[in-house]
């Protein structure tokens, strides 16, 4: 019994602590915001272009430091600039869309790196790299609510608009609803995902919070309601459990968010009651009933 209270005690260790509380709402808000965007970006096929977006935004954020304005929306800009600019270049080369991204993303990433070493500052920028959960400050705080807030606001104005341009692109033509305007709505409210998630898990690791949990959906859901909210689930789970273990490991939080994520998502390959690997021998050797 002493060993139980003794171990329930060091679990509950972190919740004593003020900034580990307030790290863990944070990381489940910020998990929030990634988790609703990831479905979409998992629909349609996006995963490299918000790769893309995730480490074209560095050299907008010392660009607009530089400047004097809002590092946030130089970000944005940044990140849609990237794909956009890839996008000009594919319509006008026999080179494929993955390479042209793969290069553009590439070159904003180390041109972001230049800028990076020759711009000097009071900023600690590596944070914008790996992150920082446990030390953001205040008006960072303030950016990521406010950030996070409007995206999932815009989510839920446009939603039926958004599913039917990540599915049928055509009727959403058919019907009056522009593609080319939901696909740059689309890439705005990415851009802005990962500026909401850049202090907790920083522009590296941003990239797993917007893929891996839409698929943990698609694997444990069928209807795109349902995709959402087991999405949200997991982004939840994962941080408040990421935040509580790297404490435990004295351990970088993004990082241990991030690999509770994988582990979620393995569990789901393996487990989920019908699409997963472990599930589907039972399904096809499973004997039929007689007609009779």
């Known amino acids: 019994m002493t060993a139980l209270l003794s171990l ?8 004593r602590h003020g900034f580990m509380v307030e790290a863990m709402l ?16 998992v629909l349609k096929g996006w995963a490299l272009v918000g790769d ?13 430091y530089v400047a004097g304005l809002p590092m946030s929306l130089g970000a944005v800009a940044s990140g849609m ?12 080369c026999r080179v494929k869309s993955d390479a042209v991204l793969g290069i553009a993303f590439t070159g904003f990433l180390a041109l972001g790196m230049v800028l990076l070493v020759a711009t000097p500052s009071d900023i600690h ?12 400050e205040p008006a960072d705080k303030i950016q990521t609510l406010a950030v996070g807030s409007v995206t999932l606001v815009a989510v839920l104005l446009l939603r039926k608009d958004l599913i039917l341009f990540c599915f049928d692109p055509g009727q959403a033509r058919v019907m009056g609803i522009s593609p080319r305007r939901l696909e740059l709505i689309l890439l705005a409210l990415v851009a802005a995902t990962i500026v909401a998630a850049l202090q907790a898990v920083g522009v590296v690791l941003v ?17 795109f309601g349902r995709v959402m909210a087991a999405a949200v689930g997991s982004a939840v789970l994962s941080s408040v459990l990421g935040t509580l273990l790297s404490f435990w490991l004295d351990g970088a939080t993004g990082p241990t968010i991030v690999v509770v994520q994988a582990l ?10 019908k699409k997963g690997l472990l599930r589907s021998p039972i399904r096809r050797t499973a004997p039929t009933s007689s007609p009779t």
Not at 8 to 15: I, S, V
Not at 52 to 64: E, T
């Open 8 to 15: 329930l005690e060091a679990a509950a260790e972190p919740l």
């Open 207 to 223: 990239m797993a919070m917007l893929v891996t949990p839409g698929c943990i959906g698609l694997l444990l859901a069928d209807r």
């Open 81 to 92: 600039a990237c794909v956009l600019s890839a996008g000009a270049i594919e319509a006008r």
């Open 52 to 64: 893309a977006v995730s480490h074209a935004v560095l050299p907008g954020i010392i660009l607009a």
């Open 125 to 136: 920028f590596m944070h914008v790299l790996f992150g920082n959960l446990l030390g953001i």
């Open 264 to 273: 979620l998502f393995a569990l789901a390959f393996l487990f989920a009651p």
């Open 26 to 41: 944070i990381a489940a808000f910020v998990g929030t915001v990634c988790a609703v965007l990831s479905c979409f970006v």
